[in-house]
């Protein structure tokens, strides 16, 4: 099914750049704790 199959490559896509932006913004942190 190619719907299926595109439907977990967004999934997969949306978790990647959340995860991304949580780590960025933890760096972000970080850095204004020192």
């Known amino acids: 099914n190619k719907a299926a199959l595109y439907t977990a490559f967004a999934v997969t896509?949306?978790?990647?750049l959340f995860c991304m932006k949580k780590?960025?913004?933890l760096?972000?942190?970080s850095k204004?704790?020192?």
């Open 13 to 16: 896509f949306l978790i990647r």
């Open 23 to 25: 780590d960025i913004h």
């Open 27 to 29: 760096k972000k942190v």
């Open 32 to 34: 204004e704790a020192r």
